[in-house]
């Protein structure tokens, strides 16, 4: 096993003062030790410059994995015990650890079986593996994996260098963002992908590497077009999306509130209106979807799913982070904090109709003997994963509701395998409890084939998946679940076709609100249509229109700013020739 090095007798002691139980946040010693963490932290044994390959690709975290990495502490045997009782059913897990005897222990004690685990002894100094852990990123989208890391944002030297230990215990070249000019201070929780070339990540990424940081110390100095070259170089992002911090997120980490489910939907946490970190994210939020699209051209789908208060209600600042959003993909598997049966089940629910076939597994982080989440973290954070050796890339756009009941519905996606595609297969149906329909897809260029699925009456809904055969042998699905899971659409309307889809326009929930500052009306319309968006006082007079004239098909947001009118109820009217419709908003 390859020996971490420390380079400072300072160093080395904070690896034994610091070995106690960690929080996610820095501790008030941890402030002073900083600049001299900084300072060494080019000195490590690793490769220092950008990976010298074409069309670098960071795996999305739904992707395939070989192995799930944690670090046992021995401050949360039981946590750590249910994540590596469901993982090792999914992939390796490598424990790394300060002595694998204690931890088998420790698993043994508490029933789970030793299969499918390796262990890596090494030094560390906290349990937060995914913001001091390594990405698995491929050169030429599906050919080598590497690693890439960055500094992390601690002044923890052991864990620092952590991810040096599994990388060559599974003999992967890791390539360090440590050096000059290249010099990047980054934290795992603050970062997720696309599988494409897109990246979100709180503005924390631009503070902590302007030159000048938090306790006036020597950051990384870099611009905002210099970061995003250096993750253009080293991970392949072109895109990189940078929300405004949470103001109650002491870590301002975005996997305390948001996950990316797939290329085209974003799992957002959701306070009661006006609480806590509430209006900011919806404030990010309406940022990404006003300013940014998915890989397809089009807004990001939004999946909310509340944020649990304390048992007294609060929120913080007055309660811990509670959040469903810090949940970790294990190929098949999802594990998933949960708090009080009162939320988790509501929880549940919204996550297996976002991701139907997985098996969710669900671990306690805020009991009395085991409390993590009052550390500022839940599974996520402590939980990181590395990429197959060999993966197959399948991508697709979903397919949206039609009313289309006379033409076939093209079935397209991207399948691609550094061995090569030798076939691919679309298979649907309309109760896929009883089995589904093969149909050859045809390669159509550029790594992306399609077929087709018949058109079929209105008032059915269908199910689908894609199956990809690479020329070495290797199967894989998409949804990976498949046939479990699957992606669905309806085709609308009676059988009759006596549905006029003019008709069936609808305005989603406006939010915030009450509403104090920027406020979105959504609008959901099957077709495109012509009509008014108008906003009335409560004596009835139009205070403000909104929009006027042609709306286009698919869910749009329109936006007023609630500081440019008085506080008051209003009525929002959207109005077409043969529909109206109105909600209340409350303006403090």
Same mark, same amino acid.
């Given at each position: 096993?390859?020996?971490?090095?420390?380079?400072?007798?300072?160093?080395?002691?904070?690896?034994?003062?610091?070995?106690?139980?960690?929080?996610?946040?820095?501790?008030?010693?941890?402030?002073?030790?900083?600049?001299?963490?900084?300072?060494?932290?080019?000195?490590?044994?690793?490769?220092?410059?950008?990976?010298?390959?074409?069309?670098?690709?960071?795996?999305?975290?739904?992707?395939?994995?070989?192995?799930?990495?944690?670090?046992?502490?021995?401050?949360?045997?039981?946590?750590?015990?249910?994540?590596?009782?469901?993982?090792?059913?999914?992939?390796?897990?490598?424990?790394?650890?300060?002595?694998?005897?204690?931890?088998?222990?420790?698993?043994?004690?508490?029933?789970?079986?030793?299969?499918?685990?390796?262990?890596?002894?090494?030094?560390?100094?906290?349990?937060?593996?995914?913001?001091?852990?390594?990405?698995?990123?491929?050169?030429?989208?599906?050919?080598?994996?590497?690693?890439?890391?960055?500094?992390?944002?601690?002044?923890?030297?052991?864990?620092?260098?952590?991810?040096?230990?599994?990388?060559?215990?599974?003999?992967?070249?890791?390539?360090?963002?440590?050096?000059?000019?290249?010099?990047?201070?980054?934290?795992?929780? &603050?970062?997720? !992908? *696309? /599988?494409?070339?897109?990246?979100?990540?709180?503005?924390? +990424? #631009?503070?902590?590497?302007?030159?000048?940081?938090?306790?006036?110390?020597?950051?990384?100095?870099?611009?905002?077009?210099?970061?995003?070259?250096?993750?253009?170089?080293?991970?392949?992002?072109?895109?990189?999306?940078?929300?405004?911090?949470?103001?109650?997120?002491?870590?301002?980490?975005?996997?305390?509130?948001?996950?990316?489910?797939?290329?085209?939907?974003?799992?957002?946490?959701?306070?009661? &209106?006006?609480? !806590? *970190? /509430?209006?900011?994210?919806?404030?990010?939020?309406?940022? +990404? #979807?006003?300013?940014?699209?998915?890989?397809?051209?089009?807004?990001?789908?939004?999946?909310?799913?509340?944020?649990?208060?304390?048992?007294?209600?609060?929120?913080?600042?007055?309660?811990?982070?509670?959040?469903?959003?810090?949940?970790?993909?294990?190929?098949?598997?999802?594990?998933?904090?949960?708090?009080?049966?009162?939320?988790?089940?509501?929880?549940?629910?919204?996550?297996?109709?976002?991701?139907?076939?997985?098996?969710?597994?669900?671990?306690?982080?805020?009991?009395?003997?085991?409390? #993590?989440?009052?550390?500022?973290?839940?599974?996520?954070?402590?939980?990181?994963?590395?990429?197959?050796?060999?993966?197959?890339?399948?991508?697709?756009?979903?397919?949206?509701?039609?009313?289309?009941?006379?033409?076939?519905?093209?079935?397209?996606?991207?399948?691609?395998?550094?061995?090569?595609?030798?076939?691919?297969?679309?298979?649907?149906?309309?109760?896929?409890?009883?089995?589904?329909?093969?149909?050859?897809?045809?390669?159509?260029?550029?790594?992306?084939?399609?077929?087709?699925?018949?058109?079929?009456?209105?008032?059915?809904?269908?199910?689908?998946?894609?199956?990809?055969?690479?020329?070495?042998?290797?199967?894989?699905?998409?949804?990976?679940?498949?046939?479990?899971?699957?992606?669905?659409?309806?085709?609308?309307?009676?059988?009759?076709?006596?549905?006029?889809?003019?008709?069936?326009?609808?305005?989603?929930?406006?939010?915030?609100?009450?509403?104090?500052?920027?406020?979105?009306?959504?609008?959901?319309?099957?077709?495109?249509?012509?009509?008014?968006?108008?906003?009335?006082?409560?004596?009835?007079?139009?205070?403000?229109?909104?929009?006027?004239?042609?709306?286009?098909?698919?869910?749009?947001?329109?936006?007023?700013?609630?500081?440019?009118?008085?506080?008051?109820?209003?009525?929002?009217?959207?109005?077409?020739?043969?529909?109206?419709?109105?909600?209340?908003?409350?303006?403090?």
């Amino acid at each position: 096993m390859k020996h971490l090095y420390l380079t400072t007798l300072s160093l080395i002691a904070s690896c034994v003062v610091f070995a106690q139980s960690l929080p996610k946040g820095m501790t008030p010693e941890e402030e002073g030790m900083m600049e001299e963490y900084l300072s060494t932290r080019s000195t490590e044994s690793m490769q220092t410059v950008a990976p010298p390959f074409n069309s670098l690709r960071t795996a999305a975290e739904w992707e395939e994995v070989q192995s799930l990495v944690i670090t046992w502490t021995g401050d949360y045997n039981d946590i750590q015990s249910q994540i590596v009782d469901a993982a090792q059913d999914e992939c390796e897990v490598i424990i790394i650890c300060s002595n694998q005897s204690t931890v088998k222990s420790a698993l043994q004690s508490r029933g789970v079986p030793l299969t499918n685990l390796s262990f890596v002894q090494t030094q560390f100094n906290s349990i937060w593996v995914r913001d001091y852990g390594a990405n698995s990123v491929y050169a030429n989208d599906v050919d080598s994996l590497i690693l890439v890391d960055w500094i992390y944002n601690r002044p923890r030297a052991s864990d620092d260098v952590v991810p040096q230990a599994y990388a060559q215990f599974k003999d992967l070249s890791l390539y360090t963002t440590n050096s000059n000019p290249d010099k990047i201070m980054a934290t795992g929780g &603050n970062w997720m !992908s *696309d /599988g494409f070339s897109t990246a979100f990540s709180s503005k924390l +990424i #631009l503070d902590e590497n302007d030159g000048t940081g938090d306790y006036g110390l020597s950051y990384p100095s870099h611009s905002e077009n210099e970061i995003n070259d250096i993750y253009k170089r080293w991970l392949g992002i072109d895109n990189y999306i940078k929300m405004t911090v949470l103001p109650y997120d002491d870590i301002h980490h975005i996997d305390m509130h948001m996950k990316l489910i797939d290329e085209e939907r974003l799992l957002v946490g959701q306070f009661p &209106n006006g609480t !806590s *970190d /509430g209006p900011q994210l919806e404030a990010n939020l309406q940022y +990404i #979807l006003s300013n940014f699209k998915n890989q397809w051209g089009e807004p990001f789908k939004i999946v909310r799913i509340p944020m649990p208060p304390s048992t007294g209600g609060l929120y913080p600042p007055d309660g811990y982070y509670r959040t469903y959003a810090n949940q970790t993909y294990v190929n098949k598997t999802i594990l998933l904090p949960v708090y009080r049966e009162e939320f988790d089940s509501t929880a549940l629910r919204i996550l297996q109709e976002a991701n139907p076939g997985y098996r969710i597994v669900t671990i306690d982080v805020d009991n009395s003997n085991e409390n #993590l989440i009052s550390q500022s973290g839940a599974i996520h954070c402590i939980t990181h994963t590395i990429g197959v050796a060999d993966p197959m890339w399948i991508a697709h756009q979903s397919l949206k509701d039609t009313w289309d009941q006379s033409n076939p519905y093209t079935v397209d996606a991207l399948i691609k395998h550094r061995s090569g595609i030798k076939k691919a297969t679309l298979y649907y149906s309309t109760t896929p409890g009883t089995g589904y329909t093969a149909v050859p897809m045809t390669a159509s260029g550029s790594d992306m084939w399609a077929a087709n699925i018949p058109a079929h009456p209105g008032g059915t809904t269908l199910y689908y998946y894609v199956q990809g055969e690479a020329n070495n042998g290797k199967k894989l699905t998409r949804p990976i679940t498949a046939p479990e899971g699957y992606w669905t659409f309806k085709v609308l309307g009676d059988p009759l076709g006596l549905t006029d889809p003019t008709t069936l326009v609808g305005m989603g929930d406006i939010y915030p609100n009450p509403a104090s500052a920027i406020t979105v009306i959504p609008l959901e319309l099957p077709v495109s249509v012509d009509g008014t968006l108008i906003m009335y006082n409560m004596l009835g007079q139009k205070v403000h229109t909104i929009h006027e004239g042609h709306f286009p098909a698919h869910t749009r947001n329109y936006f007023i700013n609630a500081k440019d009118f008085e506080p008051g109820i209003y009525t929002v009217v959207f109005q077409t020739e043969k529909t109206k419709h109105s909600l209340y908003l409350v303006i403090e």
